[in-house]
């Protein structure tokens, strides 16, 4: 096979050379003979991206608060706005717009620049961790990095993800894509289109997107209306007192059903 391979690269080699074609110009070469051939790539096998449960959520939460209120509120907004690792540690004071709910991905993957909406509660903790400063990284690092920086690294973020997840008791492997995987997941759940997902996360296209909906079908037949029977608000009483407000509202925001509260701009729970 290897012999077989080598002498059809050699004629295939000699022809380019022969037509003095280009390199890009083989890209186009190469898909017209695959057509002509009726040649196609195998479908590609979709699974569902992993993510946390609810219960994760919950408790990954909670043990980041229970770390440190800084590190808390970087995992919730790493979580909520469904940034990737790169982006969020390049966010600056300067990026996050109170007035408008708003955090701004100035140059996300590709070069793109975008808004990601923010609940009101999220706005108001960053509120209160910004307090007057008006420039610089939005969380300042504790640990000075190279050439004395204060900016968390990809690394250090991933590091921190880990940490927290085994404080948390989950079994899983847990890394900050996991994250955008989990919000992505959430915010399909409770309603938002597929292409207001794809504008969200920053997808250039949109088949990255929809694989959270073909591979979400039982949680998108589930109702988000439980919290308006018994055991919905039972368990929202008992996370609150468990866990606090912030873990409550944050418990109630996923289980809601409620597309009053939950528009685009407020139940995009970035």
Same mark, same amino acid.
């Given at each position: 096979m290897t012999g077989y391979i080598e002498r059809i690269s050699a004629e295939i080699a000699d022809i380019l050379l022969r037509e003095g074609i280009d390199y890009t110009q083989t890209k186009a070469v190469f898909k017209a003979a695959r057509e002509k051939a009726g040649?196609? @790539?195998?479908?590609? %096998? !979709?699974?569902? &991206?992993?993510?946390l449960t609810l219960e994760e959520q919950l408790g990954f939460i909670d043990a980041a608060y229970a770390?440190?209120?800084q590190v808390g509120l970087m995992i919730q907004t790493l979580l909520e706005t469904g940034t990737r690792v790169s982006e969020f540690v390049a966010l600056r004071v300067e990026d996050v717009s109170l007035g408008?709910?708003?955090?701004?991905?100035?140059?996300?993957?590709?070069?793109?620049?975008?808004?990601?909406?923010?609940?009101?509660?999220?706005?108001?903790?960053?509120?209160?961790?910004i307090g007057k400063r008006r420039s610089g990284p939005l969380f300042v690092s504790?640990?000075?990095?190279?050439?004395?920086?204060?900016?968390?690294?990809?690394?250090?973020?991933?590091?921190?993800v880990r940490e927290i997840a085994r404080? @948390?008791?989950?079994? %899983? !492997?847990?890394? &900050?894509?996991?994250l955008r995987h989990t919000m992505a997941t959430r915010l399909?759940?409770?309603g938002m289109d597929i292409a207001d997902i794809q504008k969200f996360l920053g997808h250039a296209d949109i088949s990255a997107t929809r694989i959270y909906a073909e591979t979400s079908i039982a949680m998108l037949r589930r109702k988000f209306d439980r919290v308006t029977e018994p055991d919905g608000r039972d368990l929202l009483g008992t996370v609150r007192d468990r866990h606090g407000e912030v873990v409550g509202a944050f418990a109630?925001?996923?289980?809601?059903?409620?597309?009053?509260?939950?528009?685009?701009?407020?139940?995009?729970d970035a």
């Open positions: 040649l196609h @790539a195998p479908r590609e %096998k !979709r699974t569902a &991206p992993s993510r770390r440190d209120g408008e709910r708003m955090v701004v991905v100035e140059s996300g993957k590709g070069g793109k620049r975008r808004e990601i909406p923010i609940r009101t509660e999220l706005a108001r903790l960053l509120s209160m961790h504790r640990e000075k990095g190279t050439g004395g920086s204060r900016v968390y690294s990809r690394q250090r973020i991933g590091q921190i404080e @948390a008791g989950i079994a %899983k !492997r847990i890394y &900050p894509h996991l399909l759940a409770i109630a925001d996923l289980l809601s059903g409620d597309h009053n509260r939950m528009t685009l701009t407020s139940t995009a």
